[in-house]
C-alpha cells in the first residue's frame, strides 16, 4: 500500500480527488494548502503527491519545484491539478517538475490512471 498526499485548499475538489482514489487501497493523507503540504512531506514518506496549483501560503507550482530541487524528495511523482489549462501553465507545470498536470474539470477516471501510472494497482 503506497501512500498518496493531496494537497487543495477547497474542500470540494479536495472531496472529490479522495473519492476518486480512495478505492484504490492506498492511505491517503490531505493538506489545505502549500505550506501544510510541504510540512506534511518533510515530516512523513510519500509515495505519490497531488497538488493543486492555485492554493494560499505557496502554490503547487512552488512547492513542486521546492521539492523536484531536493534530493531526498525529488523522486516523488507529482500530479498537479488546476483550473489553468493554458499551454504557458502547462510549460510551467512542467518546468518545476511535475510529473503530470490535469486541468479541471477532470473525471474520476483520469485522476485513477494517474495514480495507477505512477503507483500501479486499482
Known sequence: MAKILVAD????????LVDAIKGT???IVTAVDGKDAEQK????????IILDV?????????????????ARYKHIP????????GDSDKFW???QGADEYITKPYEPMEI???????????
Open 54 to 70: 492555485i492554493m494560499p501560503n505557496k502554490n503547487g507550482f512552488q512547492v513542486c519545484r521546492s521539492l523536484k530541487r531536493n
Open 93 to 95: 507545470g512542467k518546468k
Open 9 to 16: 485548499d477547497s474542500k470540494t475538489e479536495m472531496a472529490f
Open 41 to 48: 512531506i518533510y515530516s512523513d514518506a510519500f509515495d505519490l
Open 25 to 27: 487501497g492506498h492511505e
Open 112 to 122: 485513477l490512471l494517474a495514480v495507477k501510472k505512477y503507483l500501479g494497482g486499482a
Open 78 to 85: 507529482v500530479i498537479l491539478t488546476t483550473s489553468k489549462s
